[in-house]
């Protein structure tokens, strides 16, 4: 029999876990929608005054805000749509293949996942610009068209799958590729929508790596004209504070729509897991 004091403490925290989380945003809404004069009020308020619709307006024609969406989307979707074919291929060579050294090649890929970016930017840019692509739509997807995170989360997914699926599929004259794609990512699918929403969210936040590979602002991305836009109002932060934070809600807009349409993939691979 549950306990009402357990139940009703539980929920308490978890209202104050929600709230704790939920008020950066909170707050950035709220002053993307006040006033100039309302941002420098001694005392900060709430609840703006009077809605100021018009500051995303602003914001959009403060920056090259259409160009920079475009090359944040390309980027987003090239490199979420390698990742996660690369990733599942992988995967499906180190769960279910048997060929010599597979493990120790499994490491090496797990050993990816400790060695931070900025460590291995310089050899990748002077390999980027010997092969003409600085600036280029080739240097913001190609170098992270895989990753180890994702081989290993699809690996121990594909692992928990019994093997006689894959015979059955064989039996019945399916070719690798069809028992990869028409088997085994449909049952797999909680955990490739997971693995789609991490790298879409990775992607489309990515600052540094656009920062290096780009300088022009035919090529910049949302975050890299954020930061511009920062820049840009340096000293006068009380004046156009708004105008950035405008610009920041427009940014993440589209990472809560996709974490809104995938929250049931998510849960369900959270809930299925399976590391064998």
Known sequence: MKNPLLTSTRVIVAICITLLMFFPIYWMLITALKTPAELRMATPSFWPEKFMWENFVTAFKTIPFYRFTVNTVIQTVGIVFLQINIGIMAAYAFAKGQFPGRDSMFVLILAALI???????????????????????????????????????????????????????????????????????????????????????????????????????????????????????????????????????????????MFVFAQKYIVAAMANSTFK
């Open 115 to 257: 060695v931070p970016e900025q460590v291995i930017f310089v050899p990748i840019y002077v390999m980027m610009s010997k092969f003409g692509w600085i600036n280029t739509y080739y240097a913001l997807i190609i170098p992270h068209a895989a990753s180890a995170y994702g081989i290993f989360l699809l690996r121990q997914m594909f692992r928990s799958i019994n093997n006689d699926v894959i015979e059955a599929a064989r039996v019945d004259g399916a070719n690798r590729f069809q028992v990869l794609y028409r088997i085994l990512t449909p049952m797999a699918m909680p955990t490739v929508a997971t693995l789609t929403v991490i790298s879409f969210i990775h992607s489309w936040n990515a600052y540094f790596w656009p920062l290096v590979m780009t300088n022009s602002n035919k090529m910049r991305v949302l975050t890299v004209g954020i930061a511009m836009m920062r820049d840009s109002i340096a000293g006068n932060e009380a004046l156009n504070f708004h105008l950035l934070m405008s610009a920041s809600i427009l940014v993440i807009l589209p990472i809560v729509i």
